[in-house]
Every structure is written in structure tokens, then in C-alpha cells.
């Protein structure tokens, strides 16, 4: 895929988001799903780029015209991504499956945008999440900050099958960067590689086997502070 025809992907995607609330990750899946001619790079970026955006949408939000998802691609490009107006007429060429040309309204707001200091990360965190109490024992700014950021890629290790070092070990031989978390003792924490993409759990046999499941640290210490015992019922509720 073309430069201009993944980003018109990233706006088809958001669009499917914003006619249909469903899961955002179903939506993907199911879009990867159809469109097979998407290698693995362009789908990597794709998705990145949906998530990126939607995890700082309230940035967004604050300097847009209106809630389109051209629009908010647009503005993305101007504040988070920095991109030049150069570079982003290139992506926006109407070339192949690129986007069509930006006219003369989009680029004054895109020049305004880039003109403009980046909105505070706090505009991306729910009203509920931004009241005084809640931040009585907690740094705010930084929350806000660890909120807007991509999670890190934690798994569960399935102690029936293996062990946390050994997960971590077989990872390691395959060249991917893991290292056992520091609070879950079954937790083990990978990183992406030197360019940036995190590894196709789902594709390596220690998944398959059940070895490993993807669970986020912080559910995994409160699974093990539950302390559930035979017998006992549990309500996971999120």
C-alpha cells in the first residue's frame, strides 16, 4: 500500500468507528479481514495510527472544525504528528486509494493547527477521571501523560505449562526484548523492536500452545489479590 492509501485506510476505519460503536478492535480486525492485499507493515501502521489517535482524541477535539474523520486525520497530522504541509499535500495527492486533495479550508486550519501550542493531555481524560479527589495521592500531569501512551505489551505467563523464565528465555532466543515484570510474579513484559512494531503474539507457537496469554500487569496483580479459592464465586466486572 501506498503512503496516501493507508492513511485513507485510517480514515475509513474511524469513519466505520463513528457510524457503527462497536469495538474498535473488531472493527480493525474485521477490516485486516477483508482487505488481505494489506501486508503485515501496512496493517501494523494502520492500526497504530487508528489507536494513536483515538487515545488522544480529546487534543484533537479541542482545535477541530468539525468531528469528521478527514478532518480529524487532518488534525492529527498538524499537532501530534508534526508533519509538514509538504508532506501531508503528498499523502492527501487523490492519487490511486490516497485521499482526495485538501482544499484551501483544510489547509488554513491544518497551518493554524501547526501555528498552534499542543492542547494539554488532560483534554483526553474523561471528566470522571479528572476530579480533584481522584488525584488527592496520585501526580495528575503524569497520569494524564501514561494514559495518552500506548499500554505496554504484558503476558500472563501459564504456569501449568511453563515457567516465567522460561517464556522469557525462549522470547529472548527468538529476538524479541522480554523481561519478567516487577510486580506480577507470572508477568512477563515485551517491548517493541529497534523499529518501533511489537511482536505478532498471536503468530508464535508459545501462544498457540497456551504457554502465554495477554493480560496487562496491572490485571494480573489484581487477579492474584483476589486470592480466589475453590468453591469461592468471582464477578469480574469492568
Known amino acids: 500500500m501506498t503512503p496516501g492509501a493507508r492513511l485513507q485506510a485510517v480514515i475509513d476505519l474511524l469513519d466505520i468507528f463513528q457510524s457503527k460503536r462497536a469495538p474498535l478492535d473488531n472493527i480493525v ?3 485486516a479481514r477483508q482487505n488481505r492485499y494489506a501486508g503485515s507493515k501496512d496493517r501494523a501502521f494502520i492500526t497504530e495510527t487508528v489507536f494513536t489517535i483515538m487515545r488522544c482524541y480529546g487534543q484533537c477535539l479541542s482545535a477541530l472544525q468539525n468531528e ?3 478532518n480529524v486525520v487532518l488534525t492529527y497530522l498538524a499537532l501530534l504528528a508534526q508533519k509538514d504541509l509538504g508532506e501531508v499535500q503528498d499523502l492527501f495527492s487523490g492519487e490511486g486509494y490516497a485521499p482526495t486533495l485538501l482544499t484551501d479550508e483544510e489547509i488554513a486550519h491544518f497551518t ?4 498552534s501550542e499542543l492542547p494539554s493531555v488532560e ?3 474523561p471528566d470522571f477521571l479528572r476530579h480533584p479527589q481522584f488525584y488527592e495521592h496520585h501526580d495528575a500531569p503524569a ?10 505489551l504484558d503476558v500472563r505467563v501459564n504456569t501449568l505449562k511453563s515457567t516465567r523464565d522460561g517464556v522469557v528465555m525462549q522470547l529472548q532466543a527468538r529476538g524479541h526484548h522480554a523481561e519478567a515484570c516487577h510486580l506480577s510474579p507470572v508477568g512477563v513484559r515485551i517491548k517493541p523492536g529497534a523499529d518501533g512494531r511489537y511482536v505478532n503474539l498471536r503468530g508464535l507457537d508459545l501462544y498457540q ?3 502465554i496469554e ?8 489484581a487477579s492474584l489479590l483476589v486470592d480466589a479459592q475453590p468453591g469461592m464465586q468471582v464477578l469480574d466486572l469492568c
Open 214 to 221: 495477554i493480560q496487562d500487569q496491572g490485571t494480573q496483580v
Open 209 to 211: 500452545d497456551g504457554q
Open 29 to 31: 480486525k474485521e477490516w
Open 123 to 125: 483534554l483526553n481524560i
Open 68 to 70: 469528521s474523520p478527514r
Open 143 to 152: 497520569l494524564w501523560t501514561a494514559l495518552s501512551e500506548r499500554a505496554s
Open 112 to 115: 493554524s493547527c501547526r501555528q
